[in-house]
């Protein structure tokens, strides 16, 4: 059930296609983890919940609060080993916690091909840059704008590069603006170009700042991993699952 419509939903499939005999379920969000479990208590089967949601903060909780839990045999997270030891504190040895790390077993080699470089020197027309590089969707906990207004005191050859995508807020284009080509944001490139954008980074950044949020609190980004697969060094905030990679 990749999109949980609810019970009724889960009703109608199983009604359609006759009750499934199966051995397991997996549920990819907690919608269709609530539709699945008259299913899994039917047939016997065991439910894995597969968390692919974006915002686990309140809906994990849930399904340990409630009587959904009960009929958990394991809950597989991505790729965050301080919330599942976490879970682990919490659920005991009512189910199986496992965590799928999206870290590369191997290094990516990736020859820098300049394009990042190109696009940064053309834009600033100026070359043999030092790029600090943040690559990702902007949130307010990663205070972009106070990263922007410090780089006012950074050398001269050096610029901060903001690959965003999605949307951001006016108060990051004022501060870009006032800092004069110290910092810039450029469009987000395709996954296929990604690696190759990134290797071209000197500098890598990962600032989570907001003790009270949770998900920042257990983040393992996925950005980290990107710098780690391109060999490139990075500044991070001080995360139980950053400062493990970076030990590590």
């Not at 065991?46 to 686990?56: A, Q």
């Not at 071209?200 to 700042?209: K, M």
Request: aromatic share 8%.
């Amino acid at each position: 059930f990749p999109h949980g419509r609810g019970l009724g939903r889960a009703c109608d499939f199983a009604w359609r296609v006759g009750l499934p005999v199966t051995d397991v379920l997996v549920c990819v969000n907690y919608l269709s983890l609530v539709a699945a479990l008259p299913l899994a208590l039917l047939g016997r089967s065991k439910l894995i919940y597969y968390c692919l949601e974006t915002d686990l903060k309140d809906k994990v909780n849930i399904a340990i609060e409630t009587s959904v839990c009960r009929r958990l045999s394991a809950v597989v997270l991505i790729p965050e080993e301080n919330r599942a030891r976490l879970l682990q504190s919490r659920l005991g040895s009512r189910c199986s916690i496992h965590v799928v790390p999206n870290v590369p077993y191997i290094r990516t080699d990736v020859a820098a091909r300049g394009r990042l470089r190109d696009y940064v020197a053309a834009r600033l027309h100026q070359r043999d840059l030092t790029i600090v590089l943040y690559s990702g969707v902007y949130y307010s906990y990663t205070r972009l704008e106070q990263i922007v207004t410090s780089s006012s005191a950074w050398p001269s050859t050096t610029c901060l590069v903001l690959m965003l995508a999605g949307t951001y807020p006016a108060t990051l284009c004022d501060a870009v603006r006032a800092s004069q080509n110290r910092a810039i944001i450029v469009p987000p490139v395709g996954t296929g170009e990604l690696y190759d954008w990134i290797a071209d980074a000197d500098i890598g950044l990962l600032p989570y700042e907001d003790e009270d949020d949770i998900n920042v609190r257990y983040c393992a980004p996925q950005k980290l991993f990107d710098y780690v697969a391109c060999g490139v060094p990075f500044i991070g905030s001080r995360r139980p699952s950053i400062e493990a990679v970076v030990e590590e």
